[in-house]
């Protein structure tokens, strides 16, 4: 049973898209998969083709100990945010309901905004991070900051996304490889960004749902984390 933590503080780099990814996969698995988020978008059900009422989410769970938990697949299920404005009790509570919640699951995926006044005590109970990040300067000048502000062992994955192939990205690129080299961070090949995903986006599907060859990098590059994800004790 593990806690995986989606984490970036740059917002838009496909958290909630690689969250639903790497969920959906462990769910196909015969993995009894939960994701929570921290995103009162929901971005999550929009992906999955999910259109709901939202009720009473994470905030009733965390303060109440119930609330709406939505089927997004076989396996897979989602606890909905209703709103980001998180207080003093929630914050004081949420740690606790995580780990009684993970009695119940094999692994919990938390898909997580930069919200500051929540994301210390995702970092602190979860037992894997991984960073999703564009070929930029600014994220990677984002993962150093993470590097240097979490346990560090946790980290286990970094996934370059959207990656369009340009000179500027293959340099950064070689840069991240740097600043890993002699950890066991597992920085994946890029994802590249292409028009079959965003297809598969518009129909709702994952990349699991599509027999496509254009999809089968995609895959293989998420495999390469559910690897890792799986070895983990």
Known sequence: MSIILVK????GVGKSWLTLQLG???????KNVLILTSDSQNNILDFSG??????DGLESWVTKG???????????NYIPL???NFSKIFRNKVKERIILLKEEYDYILIDSVPTLKVDKEFEEIADIIVIP?????????????????????KVKAIIPNRFNNTAYEKILLEDFKAILEGTDILLTSPIRQSAIISNLIAK?????????KKIESVQEILGSVLEVILNEK
């Open 50 to 55: 999910i259109d709901v009422a939202l009720g």
């Open 133 to 153: 990040g564009f070929m930029d300067i600014v994220t990677l000048q984002g993962v150093n900051k993470i590097l240097e502000s979490v346990n560090v062992k």
């Open 204 to 212: 709702n599907k994952t990349v699991w749902e599509t027999n496509s």
């Open 24 to 30: 959906h996969a462990l769910a196909l698995l015969g």
């Open 66 to 76: 119930s609330g709406d938990i939505v089927r997004l697949r076989d396996n897979l």
């Open 82 to 84: 209703s709103n980001n």
């Open 8 to 11: 970036n503080n740059k917002g």
